[in-house]
């Protein structure tokens, strides 16, 4: 004889309490409508439906992948982000409502530019899942997007995000970061420019990663998530050549981590950039939003 829907459920949110799972009810329910592909409003009316053994044992096996600290993500396949659900699986970060704000102000400053002609030309540097140039590309219809990453894998489950949603316009992009982009050595610039660069790189410094849940530092690709001993790495080898392939008037996003803005904008200056720090709505710095120096923009106008 199987078990009731509310018996099990029961069972499942005891397990992950004792696992330390930050959301034990909230987890059992997901991996419930997952298994019978339901909304969350069925346990209302079907809460005392019995369930087959065969049933029961698909359950316990999710249940005990669950308890070993795979995140729910990656056993169900599925994340929302910007109102759309995306495809992830352990070769791409989970996508975080953080990282909304990046996309956001991507939208919006796109808005608010002068449309060139032939239309924008937008780079997502270190797309991973493809979140941010999917949802662009989705909001925005007609985007030139180029998504780039390091990662074949990952590149793959971009492709299938874009597919999803019938996205035809993205170009993807094997590579690190500037090294799959042709240049002019001698002008130092891209021989494609971009009108909007926006990248989300691995940030978090190496020592740091051993002490976050298991769920990250166990399950999540460390290639997205270690940047380096101070967690900059990536953003110097970004700015280093960034201005090659940002158009004069055009504006780069950074994500970082919340206590990672003054230096970035330090680093940003350096390069050549004016810097201002957007904050998330926990009012934490989440987003550093970079323009070329006016001089600097003119003398390659100039070239």
């Not at 078990?3 to 997901?30: H, S, V, W, Y």
């Amino acid at each position: 004889m199987g078990l009731r829907l509310k018996e099990i459920l029961a069972i499942a949110t005891n397990r992950f309490q004792m696992e330390g799972c930050l959301d034990p009810k909230l987890d059992a329910e997901l991996l419930m409508m997952y298994l019978l592909r339901v909304e969350r409003s069925y346990f209302f009316t079907h809460i005392a439906q019995e369930l087959s053994d065969d049933l029961c044992e698909e359950y316990f096996v999710l249940i005990d992948r669950r308890a070993s600290g795979v995140p729910i993500q990656y056993i169900t396949g599925d994340q929302e982000f910007m109102g759309l659900r995306f495809f992830v699986n352990e070769s791409v970060l989970i996508p975080r409502q953080d990282t909304e704000l990046l996309a956001e102000t991507a939208l919006s400053e796109l808005k608010a530019m002068k449309k060139p002609f032939g239309g924008f030309e937008v780079l997502d540097l270190c797309t991973g899942s493809g979140a941010i140039a999917v949802s662009l590309s989705y909001h925005m219809p007609k985007l030139k997007v180029t998504a780039s990453d390091i990662s074949k894998a990952a590149l793959n489950v971009a492709k299938k995000n874009a597919q999803a949603y019938q996205i035809k316009d993205i170009i993807f992009v094997e590579g690190d970061l500037w090294e799959p982009f042709p240049v002019n050595v001698k002008k130092q610039v891209g021989k494609k420019q971009f009108d909007l660069i926006a990248a989300n790189p691995p940030y978090i410094p190496s020592s740091v990663i051993p002490t976050l849940q298991r769920e990250v530092k166990d399950h999540e690709p460390r290639i997205a998530l270690d940047g380096g001993e101070t967690g900059l790495d990536f953003y110097r080898r970004i700015l280093e050549k960034a201005s090659w392939f940002l158009k004069p008037q055009g504006v780069m996003l950074l994500e970082i981590g919340c206590e990672q803005g003054v230096e970035v904008c330090g680093l940003s200056q350096s390069c050549g950039f004016t810097a201002e720090i957007l904050q998330d709505l926990t009012g934490r710095d989440r987003v550093v939003r970079l323009r070329k120096k006016e001089e600097k923009g003119a003398d390659r106008a100039a070239e």
